[in-house]
């Protein structure tokens, strides 16, 4: 049996327990669950194999995948019951996409030229995308396709990425870091102040000192999903339990 027959086989299976476990005789926390109870799941699946791709960890992937599959098969059993569509529609939807954003491999025997570099397969898509959504890759919006539910980090990132292509930019980076130094002593201000502290100026406050962060980022080049923000903080926590342990025991 080949590679792909397996595949469709054990996919096959997959949906067909995941039906099992939402039917009548299934498990009562599978169908309890809604697609806004499966968010956190999803997320953690994601991170799960975000965590097996950074250590090559090759046998954790293989199964991190499996369950980063089953949450896409979970969701699409709920909408496929609210009579939205079927995770075959959810295939059929990516597989068209991926053949028309393509033609390059696709539709060589119609004529379309191949294309010689990842620049110009990008190019390619953002065009053909542009199309498909009734008008032309120059007059999309700066900021179309950049998800709202995204981290508020790679969504800054994102943003100033996006902007800076248009020279919407800091001159130096030096000058970003007045910028987070300029947000940093509004916080203050907003911590300083007497009485109780402004809840709704200080998440602004707090949200332009994160965006101005990530745009320091981007400009040093630094992947800001990569950076360990624990470093200075887990020797001190962890000091701090071993220390608790041979006090208290626990």
Same mark, same amino acid.
């Given at each position: 049996?080949?590679?792909?027959?397996? @595949?469709?086989?054990?996919? /096959? *299976?997959?949906? %067909? !327990?995941? =039906?099992?476990? #939402? $039917?009548?005789?299934?498990?009562?926390?599978?169908?309890?669950?809604?697609?806004?109870?499966?968010?956190?799941?999803?997320?953690?699946?994601?991170?799960?194999?975000?965590?097996?791709?950074?250590?090559?960890?090759?046998?954790?992937?293989?199964?991190?995948?499996?369950?980063?599959?089953?949450?896409?098969?979970?969701?699409?059993?709920?909408?496929?019951?609210?009579?939205?569509?079927?995770?075959?529609?959810?295939?059929?939807?990516?597989?068209?996409?991926?053949?028309?954003?393509?033609?390059?491999?696709?539709?060589?025997?119609?004529?379309?030229?191949?294309?010689?570099? @990842?620049?110009?397969?990008? /190019? *390619?898509?953002? %065009? !053909?995308? =542009?199309?498909? #959504? $009734?008008?032309?890759?120059?007059?999309?919006?700066?900021?179309?396709?950049?998800?709202?539910?995204?981290?508020?980090?790679?969504?800054?990132?994102?943003?100033?990425?996006?902007?800076?292509?248009?020279?919407?930019?800091?001159?130096?980076?030096?000058?970003?870091?007045?910028?987070?130094?300029?947000?940093?002593?509004?916080?203050?201000?907003?911590?300083?102040?007497?009485?109780?502290?402004?809840?709704?100026?200080?998440?602004?406050?707090?949200?332009?000192?994160?965006?101005?962060?990530?745009?320091?980022?981007?400009?040093?080049?630094?992947?800001?999903?990569?950076?360990?923000?624990?470093?200075?903080?887990?020797?001190?926590?962890?000091?701090?339990?071993?220390? #608790?342990?041979?006090?208290?025991?626990?």
């Amino acid at each position: 049996m080949s590679d792909t027959s397996r @595949a469709a086989d054990a996919f /096959t *299976r997959l949906v %067909e !327990i995941m =039906a099992t476990l #939402r $039917g009548p005789d299934g498990c009562p926390w599978d169908r309890e669950q809604t697609i806004d109870s499966l968010k956190p799941f999803v997320l953690e699946e994601t991170y799960e194999v975000i965590e097996a791709i950074d250590a090559h960890d090759h046998g954790a992937l293989c199964e991190e995948l499996g369950d980063f599959v089953f949450e896409a098969v979970f969701l699409a059993q709920l909408e496929s019951e609210a009579g939205h569509f079927t995770i075959a529609d959810s295939l059929t939807s990516i597989a068209d996409k991926l053949v028309r954003r393509h033609p390059h491999v696709f539709a060589r025997a119609a004529g379309e030229a191949a294309l010689d570099s @990842a620049g110009q397969v990008r /190019t *390619r898509w953002e %065009e !053909i995308k =542009a199309q498909e #959504r $009734g008008g032309s890759a120059t007059s999309k919006t700066l900021l179309g396709g950049i998800a709202p539910a995204l981290p508020a980090l790679l969504r800054a990132y994102q943003i100033g990425t996006r902007a800076a292509s248009v020279g919407f930019e800091w001159s130096t980076t030096r000058d970003v870091v007045a910028k987070i130094q300029e947000e940093v002593d509004e916080l203050r201000e907003v911590i300083d102040a007497a009485g109780t502290i402004d809840q709704v100026r200080a998440e602004e406050e707090m949200g332009d000192l994160l965006f101005s962060i990530a745009q320091l980022s981007r400009r040093l080049a630094i992947d800001h999903l990569e950076i360990r923000t624990d470093r200075p903080y887990l020797p001190t926590l962890l000091a701090f339990f071993r220390e #608790r342990q041979k006090r208290f025991g626990r």
